[in-house]
């Protein structure tokens, strides 16, 4: 139990450790300065219903449990739909929990129990890439324009960029996009902090496709924190807009109330409205 307590406390030392990569860093809701979160990786850590998949009744069956090593919030990594070739971090649907793990009124009793326990959850925000599978690719992906041609990060066929994957197919594009991991993790678009002119295909982030990506995130983030989340651990918080080495482009203070909170350094609070229950976590 020593050792388990240790690298908790590494945990929450490793998230507000965060802090000193960015000057305007907030510090969060209060409940955040003294948790300690406990890390759920769901398919491996309780099984409720005997079918060998960890499941979101198994957490809530294990709350008590998690709470009496000494943990006042957890951590759940990805719990949206995925064909799971990278453990859930290849999302198809954004709303929607993975099947596996249960329904999202799964998702909103844990919530309530948690909340009854006086602990907190975190969802496993995957806010840089998703599934090649996701509707959004595949109509990115198309060879006719439409909304979401720009959502992902598509360089010309024969530039030759690092990286870059075709996406071959009888009626798509014939352009290259650029992965964040493996080959079926396509970036989301959220813009170049300072675009090369040389290459018309690195958007600035006040373009558009970049703002409507953004939109999106905030949409998605609303939808688990009306569920009962109290917020998120962003992966790839840092790196979301490129060639942006200060992280002065990652924030959505700008887009929000006055009063709220922006995206800084794997930071998320979304609006005076979730400014007591939206949470901090790191990015990976």
């Known amino acids: 139990m020593v050792r ?4 908790l406390a590494l945990l929450c030392f490793a998230i507000v450790a965060v802090g000193p990569l960015c000057a305007e860093v907030p510090p969060g809701p209060k409940w955040l300065q003294t948790a300690l979160f406990y890390q759920v990786y769901p398919q491996s850590f309780f099984d409720s219903n005997g079918d060998g ?13 998690i709470q009496s090593v000494g943990c006042n919030a957890i951590w759940i990594n990805p719990i949206y739909e995925s064909p799971f070739g990278d453990a859930g971090y290849d999302v198809t649907d954004f709303y929607k929990v993975a099947p596996r793990y249960g329904t999202n009124e799964d998702f909103k009793n844990l919530c309530a129990e ?38 992902y990060i598509w360089t010309p066929a ?5 990286r870059s994957q075709p996406f071959p197919g009888e009626h798509n594009r014939s352009d290259r996009y650029l992965p964040n991991f493996f080959p079926f993790q396509p970036a989301l678009n ?3 902090a300072h675009p090369d002119p040389k290459e018309p295909w690195q958007l600035p982030t006040t373009d558009p496709a970049c703002m409507a990506v953004r939109e999106e995130l905030k949409n998605v983030m609303k939808f688990w924190l009306d569920l009962g989340a109290d917020g ?13 080495p200060g992280h002065q482009a990652i924030s959505l203070k700008t887009e ?15 609006s005076d409205r979730f400014e007591s229950s939206s949470g901090i976590c790191s990015s990976r």
């Open 232 to 244: 998120f651990r962003v992966d790839m918080a840092s790196s979301l807009v490129r060639n942006d």
């Open 158 to 162: 024969d530039d030759s960029v690092p």
């Open 190 to 192: 959220y813009g170049y």
């Open 4 to 7: 388990r307590r240790t690298c």
């Open 53 to 65: 998949i960890g499941d979101l009744r198994g957490i809530t069956q294990k709350l008590d449990y």
């Open 114 to 151: 948690a909340h009854k326990r006086g602990m907190h959850v975190c969802l496993d925000l995957v806010a840089g890439h998703t599934s090649i599978a996701h509707p959004w690719f595949q109509q990115s992906a198309a060879d006719r324009p439409n909304r979401y041609s720009n959502w």
């Open 256 to 270: 929000m109330a006055p009063d709220s909170a922006g995206v800084r350094s794997g930071l998320v609070s979304l």
